[in-house]
């Protein structure tokens, strides 16, 4: 098995968990071109940096435009800068 090791604080999130198939209520199927990207994304690897806030596993929100898209071993992932990572995302209890 193979997997990516990102370097120079890149980040690498899993872009396959995000892209399905979308219907209209009245069956119409929306192509990916047509969609709005959706900005979020779960970590699958980081490279080595200091005081990291978020860790692989975690779900994030990234910077749109941000990174370069590519597959690898048939899934899609998006490499980009730790910095161009916006806020994580936390289940919390309602109060």
């Known amino acids: 098995m193979k997997e990516l090791q990102p370097v120079n604080q890149q980040v690498v999130l899993d872009l396959s ?23 979020i994304a779960l970590i699958k690897w980081m490279g080595v ?16 435009f941000s990174g370069t898209e590519i597959e690898f071993e048939g899934s899609k992932y998006l490499i980009l800068p730790y910095s161009d990572l916006l806020a994580k995302v936390v289940e919390t209890e309602e109060i």
């Open 17 to 39: 968990e995000t892209t399905h198939e979308q219907k209209t209520a009245s069956g119409i199927i929306i192509p990916d071109t047509a969609k709005e990207k959706s900005q």
């Open 49 to 64: 940096i200091d005081n990291a806030e978020v860790k692989p596993g975690d779900m994030v929100i990234y910077k749109s």
